[in-house]
């Protein structure tokens, strides 16, 4: 049976490319690079300096994946993305209601309550509360819930223990 998503050929150009980003990622100068670490990975000279065009398939393989083990950290492009505009954040709600969430919410996190101040985070929570994937978009009465919701959590995390102080 016939493995369609294998590779079949090896990619030089991919392994010459990412030779140049793990050169700058490693911060590779030129004297380093052309003169002691490609001859150490095998290359020999072309045109008077050492160059990667001169390493076989083996050594582009591992000229990689030695720079791997420096740290060097491959990072892949989703495949599945259509060019197009960039998305832009979505703006910050800023009614009333929508600013005393975020000031409890950070307030909480400066007492330690709330592990992530981000808009992100408080987000996700205001989700699991009421269902609604933004502040923008909380009716007056489940905004109204979410303060008090973040109250009470406030209140509990900062009462004194007061079990068996009778």
């Avoid at 709600?93 to 808009?119: C, F, T, Y």
């Amino acid at each position: 049976m016939q493995h369609h998503n294998r590779q079949t050929t090896f990619d030089r150009t991919r392994y010459y490319k990412l030779l140049r980003v793990g050169k700058e990622e490693l911060g590779y100068d030129d004297a380093f690079y052309y003169g002691i670490w490609l001859p150490q990975q095998g290359a020999t000279q072309k045109d008077g300096r050492y160059s990667a065009t001169t390493l076989s398939n083996t050594q582009l393989f591992k000229a990689v994946e030695a720079m791997k083990t420096k740290g060097f950290k491959i990072k892949y492009k989703s495949g599945n993305k259509v060019a197009g505009p960039k998305k832009t954040p979505r703006k910050l709600a800023d009614d009333a209601q929508s600013r005393k969430i975020r000031a409890l919410w950070l307030e909480m996190h400066n007492q330690g309550i709330v592990r992530n101040p981000s808009e992100a985070s408080l987000a996700g929570y205001v989700k699991r509360l009421k269902g609604v994937e933004a502040l923008q978009w909380l009716s007056s009465a489940q905004a109204s819930g979410v303060i008090e919701a973040l109250k009470k959590w406030q209140a509990r995390c900062t009462q004194p223990a007061t079990i068996g102080a009778e």
